[in-house]
């Protein structure tokens, strides 16, 4: 994940020092790199749709099927818009050799990738990664398979009006979610929550939940928020450490 507007803070994160870890979706590396410089022992950024998927040709035919009004064929990303040679990762790249770093990366889809191939480490990152799978409970599955000690999982959620107590997944199939075809689900804390412990993790301590609450209640009438009152769901970024 690297939207400067969704990031995670240092604080949020857990401690790297002395400690091996995985970084799933590292994209253009910061969190790869932000890992090595805090003193992790060794760093493993994984990575291949956002390194070899040619984005923009992708964003071309995605506006296409939003001016008519279809779904896009997901099929192409890996068919059509592929590209060997890596275009996405030039940053990541970039900023190895400069800092001159040691992390390693490993071009392959963790939803398919042998998990043995990879082993197991101290602290797993999975940031910005959860809403864009098709399958989010098998997925953290595999990510407890790789967790030692720690998975800090940061995704988009959702807060809905009388959610309170019941565990909910908002399903997008179109571009509803930032005009982006690619996000799927998105849970309210408690479904994260759930989700979690469901894949097999023992522990999930949340490091950010719902942001205060910007709407109000009126007797007898249903709960609207302010700022956008046609919208039924508050959509966030949430933050838990899912503990082994």
């Given amino acids: ?26 994209w253009d590396g910061y969190y790869s790199f932000l890992a090595e410089r805090l003193g992790a022992s ?11 998927v040619d984005i923009p ?40 050799e400069a800092l001159e770093s040691h ?11 042998e998990l043995a191939s990879l082993g197991t480490f101290d602290v797993v990152l999975y940031l910005g990664v959860l809403y864009h799978m098709k399958e989010p409970l098998a997925c953290l599955e595999r990510v407890r398979a790789v967790t030692r000690e720690v998975a800090v999982i940061e995704t988009a959620a959702v807060r809905a009006p009388s959610d309170a107590g019941h565990s909910l997944l908002v399903f997008s199939a179109g571009s509803e979610h930032n005009c982006d075809f690619g996000n799927w689900y998105l849970p309210n804390i408690n479904a994260l929550r759930a989700l979690v412990l469901a894949a097999g993790f023992s522990r999930c301590e949340v490091a950010q939940g719902p942001p205060p609450a910007r709407s109000r209640w009126k007797p ?12 039924p769901v508050e959509e966030y970024r949430a933050i838990v450490h899912a503990y082994p």
């Fill in 1 to 26: 994940m690297s939207d400067p507007d969704n990031a995670v803070t240092v604080e949020q994160l857990t401690p790297f020092a002395g400690r091996s870890v995985l970084d799933i979706g590292a």
């Fill in 42 to 52: 060794r760093v493993v950024a994984l990575d291949h749709y956002s390194w070899g």
């Fill in 57 to 96: 040709a992708r964003d071309q035919y995605w506006a296409q099927c939003r001016r008519d009004g279809s779904l896009p064929d997901h099929a192409r990303d890996m068919d059509d818009f592929w590209h060997a040679d890596l275009p996405g990762r030039r940053g990541f790249d970039l900023a190895s």
């Fill in 103 to 113: 992390v390693e990366s490993i071009v392959a889809d963790f939803t398919t990738v």
């Fill in 220 to 231: 007898g009438r249903v709960w609207t928020r302010l700022l956008d009152r046609a919208r």
